[in-house]
């Protein structure tokens, strides 16, 4: 009887143990993929910044051509293309 009582004590030792060493785990495992999401996210705002101002400046370089071909009548560049 005592025996069983020891026993059983160790076992529930044990579970709880095994699960709280599970529980860490799971807890470390979910609070890496948020640091990797949030990682991701940081990565791809910073991409889609760059992207944006590139196509800004690529829409200004237009306007800015348009300008001058509206202004002058000719397209803007070298005045000889042959080759």
Do not use: M, N
């Not at 991409?47 to 690529?58: H, L, N, P």
């Amino acid at each position: 009887l005592w025996e069983a009582k020891k026993r059983d004590k160790a076992r529930r030792k044990l579970d709880k143990s095994e699960q709280s060493e599970l529980e860490q785990r799971r807890k470390r495992g979910l609070q890496r993929f948020r640091e990797d999401t949030e990682y991701i996210e940081h990565i791809a705002a910073g991409a889609r910044a760059q992207a944006e101002k590139q196509r800004q400046s690529e829409e200004l370089k237009v306007k800015e051509k348009t300008g001058v071909i509206r202004s002058t009548g000719k397209l803007p560049g070298k005045a000889c293309l042959c080759f």
